[in-house]
């Protein structure tokens, strides 16, 4: 049982580029979460989903964009990449009243 | 706003003594809470959760905390530490079952051998 994996676990970008990540759950889980994680900061919600083909703003989202287009899916984007976007995301997912279930995580830098 | 607040950013216990991480939670009359531990360069793993009932919850490795309503806390306890329970802890509110999950800023727990 995979449970939340994401992909890639490790990325170096540049200033402007863009790139997605990408979750996936293997667990039937109806809500998906992404995450930024930074020093001192605990965990930020970027964005979530509550279902698929819906999309809700987190505490951060400006920069990103999500897409929730299968059950099982969920992708960020960041169309053009900043330095203060270097972070570590993780993405979730739970069913009601489970709690959320997390992947390893994305460790994400930005030159 | 919905807010998760962990007063203790690190904490320094000796192995063997008792422990209590604080979280005071902002939001709802009666929320969904969590308490998440982080080992170094992992995910997060739940220790444990309170939905209603018993405000004394019991998790996994010997930990438990308690809901006080009065008090908007949910305090994080273990009675005897151990060096592997160094870590990050972080306390969690969702204030519906299909509600947004918000995290505190965690707190850093050391153990002193």
């Known amino acids: 049982n995979a ?3 994401q992909t890639p676990k490790f990325r170096v970008l540049k200033t ?3 790139m997605t990540l990408l979750c996936a759950q293997d667990m039937n889980h109806e809500y998906m979460y992404w995450y930024r994680q930074d020093p001192g900061m605990g965990l930020r919600l970027i964005h979530y989903s509550v279902g698929e083909g819906t999309t809700a703003k987190g505490e951060v989202p400006d920069g990103y964009n999500v897409s929730r287009l299968k059950k099982q899916n969920f992708l960020l984007g960041l169309e053009s990449a900043a330095p203060s976007q270097t972070s570590v995301y993780f993405c979730a997912s739970s069913y009601p009243e489970s709690g959320a279930f997390f992947g390893q995580g994305t460790r994400l830098t930005v030159v | 706003a919905q807010s998760v607040t ?3 950013i690190h904490i320094t216990v000796s192995e063997g003594a008792s422990l209590e991480l604080r979280c005071n939670y902002s939001y709802g009359a009666t929320p969904y809470l969590f308490w998440y531990v982080q080992s170094p360069g992992q995910g997060l793993q739940l220790l444990l959760k309170y939905f209603s009932g018993d405000t ?3 998790g996994i490795k010997g930990f438990e905390a308690e809901f006080k309503r009065s ?4 305090n994080l306890r273990k009675p005897s530490v151990h060096w592997s329970d160094a870590a990050e802890y972080f ?3 969702q204030y519906s079952s299909a509600s947004k999950i918000i995290f505190g800023s965690g707190t850093r727990l050391s153990i002193r051998p």
Do not use: I, K, N, R
């Open chain 2, 91 to 93: 306390c969690a509110e």
């Open chain 2, 56 to 58: 004394l919850v019991q």
């Open chain 1, 16 to 18: 402007g580029q863009s």
């Open chain 2, 71 to 74: 008090q908007s806390s949910f």
């Open chain 2, 6 to 8: 962990q007063p203790d």
């Open chain 1, 3 to 5: 449970g939340v994996t």
